[in-house]
């Protein structure tokens, strides 16, 4: 379960935001999960759920997801395609060599606070 580590550094970082800005809480932050992370979208909430609570900063604050989709790049071809829906085989060219150009990433990609 890296859920929860990766829910412990957003957290972590979100307080260093806070503290270097001299805010008192942050009202949402919005992060982008790669269709193909690895991470359980349920998890991650339940996560997000039971850690805010414990942190003063973050009591109230609602997590926006957005997925980043999984997408790979043919060096037969030169053209990308969708990762879940044909995996490593180009569906273009039928090229084997092939590589992920995004999809797997997590980023706090905004932090708003209310005025």
């Known amino acids: 379960m890296h859920e929860l580590g990766i829910v412990t550094h957003i957290a972590k970082t979100l307080d260093e935001v806070a503290k270097d800005n001299g805010l008192d809480s942050i009202a949402t932050v919005t992060v982008e999960i790669g269709e193909v992370s690895g991470i359980l979208l349920d998890y991650f909430t339940d996560c997000w759920d039971y850690f805010k609570v414990k942190?003063?900063?973050?009591?109230?604050?609602k997590m926006i997801i957005e997925t980043i989709p999984a997408l790979t790049y043919c060096e037969d071809c030169h053209q990308t395609y969708e990762t879940v829906k044909y995996a490593k085989?180009?569906?273009?060219?039928?090229?084997?060599?092939?590589?992920l150009v995004q999809g797997n990433e997590c980023n706090?990609?905004?932090i708003e606070v209310e005025d």
């Open 89 to 99: 085989i180009c569906p273009h060219c039928g090229g084997e060599h092939t590589y």
């Open 108 to 110: 706090i990609k905004q």
């Open 55 to 61: 942190n003063p900063v973050l009591k109230d604050c």
